[in-house]
């Protein structure tokens, strides 16, 4: 990996960048202390970066995989000319590898795979960019027709909290949870977010109160634990997710943390949404018991912004993921629309339009 030229403007909207013919990230480990990009220059490289949680948020991984699979077929075809084919199963299971819960990963490489399977002998990198190209533009513009469908349902203004980052940073533009608060926020629906800083990665201070902050909306940081006394003083109309994947009976997994949140809300009266494209729905999941939950190193846990914290000789457990039931969840909102109260049926029926 190599620091990108100047020529870039960093955004949260441009998170994701094939420029000059080569695929740049901003990186988000250093956010908001440091706006820089990293080339990915292979599939390796960029397995490394989803990993790392240089690239992270279910729909933006999913899209940097795609382009880590153009490149691979830029070094297959460079090494193996018309055998190229046979140098491409090696780097999908690399970055299939990456990371287990978000399952827009998946998705995006079995598109990519899909093409593969269709192509000829020649050089396959223009019709994979492509592909990558189209997977990209419709993640953002999904996010947006997610915006709309999502403000349309918050009879403001009031103020929303929100859980880890789902926002542009996190996708292909614009956001999912973010990108129906920034619609909302720009209908004056929305007074004020409430981010929980979201332990221990603190995608929520680090990430989304830097996309809000951009973004002119009025942000206050709080501690994960001050969710409940915040419910409790009222005046919090939503609580706006993302998700990591969603089972066809439309258990969510998410940011830890989330379940609590959604407990949280149906005792406060508070109503729950999730805002997630169609691409985060796992049709072949059948409950929430069947996603895998990864489990990160516990010096997440143990450690602070690079200071020791834990008592050395502690243990941690550290699962970065939590499953709220689909009975907590009072809407689900997808680039299709929106289900209230989402189950089996009314996600399998909107599947299928
Ligand atoms: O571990 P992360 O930062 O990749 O987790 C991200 C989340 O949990 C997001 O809420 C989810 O991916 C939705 S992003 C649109």
């Known amino acids: 990996m190599s620091e990108t030229p100047s020529g870039l403007i960093v955004s949260p909207d441009n998170a994701i960048v094939w420029y000059d013919d080569a695929l740049f990230v901003l990186d988000q480990r250093i956010l908001p202390a440091e706006e820089r990009y990293l080339q990915l220059g292979s599939a390796k490289e960029t397995a490394d970066a989803i990993r790392d949680m240089v690239v992270r948020g279910a729909p933006a991984i999913g899209v940097t995989a795609a382009y880590g699979v153009v490149l691979a077929a830029r070094r297959a075809w460079s090494e193996r000319g018309h055998a190229w084919r046979s140098g491409m199963d090696e780097p999908l299971r690399l970055l299939a590898e990456s990371r287990p819960t978000a399952v827009n990963l998946f998705w995006a490489l079995d598109c990519m795979r899909a093409l593969i399977d269709g192509l000829g002998a020649g050089d396959p990198e223009a019709a994979l960019l492509a592909e990558a190209r189209r997977i990209h533009q419709r993640d953002a513009a999904d996010n947006r027709r997610m915006g709309e469908f999502g ?49 221990p990665w603190l995608q929520g201070a680090r990430l989304t109160s830097w996309e809000l902050h951009h973004d002119g909306i009025p942000v206050s940081l709080q501690t994960d634990a001050a969710a409940a006394a915040r419910m409790a003083r009222g005046g919090i109309g939503w609580v706006i997710v993302g998700s990591d994947r969603i089972a066809a009976n439309g258990d969510v997994a998410n940011k830890i943390g989330t379940y609590a ?54 243990e941690a457990w550290n699962p970065v993921f939590d499953v709220t039931p689909a009975k907590l969840v009072d809407a689900l909102v997808t680039e299709k629309g929106v289900i209230e109260q989402p189950n089996r049926e009314n996600i399998a029926t909107m599947l299928a339009t």
């Not at 949404?273 to 895998?292: H, N, Q, Y």
């Not at 997440?300 to 834990?310: D, F, N, T, Y």
């Open 261 to 314: 949140l959604a407990v949280l809300a149906r005792y406060h009266g508070v109503r729950f949404m999730v805002a997630a494209p169609t691409s985060t729905i796992d049709p072949d999941t059948a409950s929430g018991a069947d996603i895998p939950i990864e489990q990160r190193a516990g010096d997440e846990i143990l450690s602070c912004a690079g200071q020791r914290v834990g008592t050395r000789g502690v």
């Open 151 to 199: 403000a349309s349902l918050i009879s403001g203004p009031t103020e929303v909290i929100t859980h880890c980052n789902a926002g542009a940073l996190a996708t292909g533009g614009y956001g999912t949870a973010l990108g129906v608060i920034r619609s909302a926020w720009r209908q004056g629906r929305i007074s004020r977010v409430f981010a929980d800083e979201t332990r």
